[in-house]
């Protein structure tokens, strides 16, 4: 599961460097750059859930013990 959060961390990462290249910064609320500023920011989103995930797994172990 460790793995698996890392990988999706990745792929979102990778999703938001995918998105900053295809913003216009001269016309940032228009066209493809107000979809790539809305993917930005659910990429965003999505790692911190994922860190979340992950703190709170590591939680869990400590407190099983």
């Known amino acids: 599961m ?3 959060i890392y990988i999706l961390i990745a792929l979102a990462v990778g999703l938001i460097i995918f998105n900053i290249s295809l ?3 001269n016309n940032l609320f228009e066209g493809n ?3 790539a500023l ?3 920011v659910a990429s ?3 790692v911190c859930i994922l ?3 992950r703190k709170a797994k590591s939680i869990d ?3 099983r013990r």
Do not use: P
Request: some cysteine.
């Open 44 to 46: 965003l989103c999505a």
């Open 61 to 63: 172990q400590k407190t």
């Open 33 to 35: 750059s107000l979809i």
């Open 51 to 53: 860190l979340i995930l």
């Open 2 to 4: 460790k793995i698996f």
């Open 23 to 25: 913003l216009d910064f």
């Open 38 to 40: 809305v993917g930005i």
